[in-house]
């Protein structure tokens, strides 16, 4: 029989949990709503003492301590979910659980679920973003998550108004950054409509689309990845791939030669499961990394 | 005796020759003003045929073509310096001084200088901005170079146009891009005077301090570098790093708990030696690399 290896997506509206196996098959999956951890981790725990998983990853929101020199590595740090805040969540998992524990972010898991199995597979660098109820990007270089003193917080990047938009932006802490311009709930507040309900027409998609260029071209620019990805709900909607592709390479305007734009810039090859298989390979990894 | 190693700052106005032993210790220094190759490379031939160096070490004006799969590997490309477009300096180098040279951008060898024996020693990750003629940055995550489809071109990332800031810019690509805005150029056009005669008052400061500060943050988020070294001749402005440390924190608001900020934003540590030190040190591992 093939070994099985967990995945925890945890995310700020759920926890996405499945067992894979060895070759990143998704053998079983559940979804439980994020409570307090005194409701969701006892969930947690119930459905992985079913299978006999090697290893779990988690890819959870943040932000969180990946720093294994630091008292509080495995936790969940400084977040606006107080019931979170300092919450050790790799410890509880390992404590209960018995088995090694991954940790990273949501955003680098689904990236390493696309880099692995998905739209980057054989490359050796590419950035996944997630542009839904909040925005965040995880990145790899040279096969290696981008991580310096912490992890990256992409999302909150500084960007110019777009023309006509008199929304004064959804993020507490910043005047002028992407996630409080182009988040799902900015879409919301803008139009009083959720982003599915607006027709291809509305004013506001010349918004969102302005913004995630200027996402991508600061991207190019720090990163040069051999592939950006743009994942998350707000993506769903199927005219803004290309309105982002047209305005950022227009903003580029030739400076930089960047690889062919529709190879470089692209959806999810793995559709929703960017989060859990990218949790699985490096759960899968943990375990390789632990026998050695 | 101990080995000799050469190095080149080839940049936009000066190409500084070098050659240090293996100490990274700096022995014989030679500036020459960039002119045509026609005219500067003989120059650079004729100083280092002087020296039994082992390999070099170059520091390359850019765009450059990094990429050792491409048939213009070594070259420099797109420059509007239209005498060096398309010229493949690395090859002319090789076949006339008959030693391997490592290539890499002017920014990255600096980077890599702080990184090996400056500011940055001892850490894994660090990014080294100039501030001059140009903007540019060269970032190393996990103790290699942060390089994709090609080098960074992280100094024409976008901006917020700073209040009372009339002036358009001075990027002939972009319209509100770092270094249209703070290269010592955009200093001149702003006031008519250079830099280092204007007054700690003027408010053209409060002008590059706000671009300067949208960098560090940016750079903040898109790399958590352990570290943030900011070189170039505008930075000798005395006062500037402190109006810049004030206005990233504003601007970053406690989002992300950044090292502390007198040790995570400053100078250089080599001084003017960034470069052609991280251009030995380059020399000397290519040398190595070589031979094993």
Redesign the interface.
Known sequence: MKELYGSIEAGGTKFVLAVGNEDLEIIERHSIPTQSPTDTMPAVIDFFKKFPVQSIGLGCFG?IDLNKNSSTYGYI??TPKLDWHMYNIVGVLEKELAVPVAFTTDVNAACYGEFVAGAAQNL??CVYYTIGTGVGAG?I??G?F????????????????AKGDFYEGNCP??E?CLEGFCAGPSIEKRTGKKGEELKEENPVWEMISFYLA?AI??????????KIILGGGVMRQAHLLDQVKDKFQK?M???????NIDEYLVLPSLGENSGTIGSLALAKEEKIRIHK
Do not use: W
């Not at 981008?146 to 108004?161: A, Q």
């Not at 030739?254 to 690889?259: A, D, F, G, M």
């Open positions: 932000p740090t400084n050796d660098s990145a270089n040279k290696t981008i991580e310096g003193f912490s992890h990256p917080e992409i999302g909150h990047m500084t960007v110019n108004k802490f910043h002028s200027q071209y600061n991207t190019t620019l720090f990163l040069s990845p051999k903003m305007n030739h400076y930089v030669e960047y690889p």
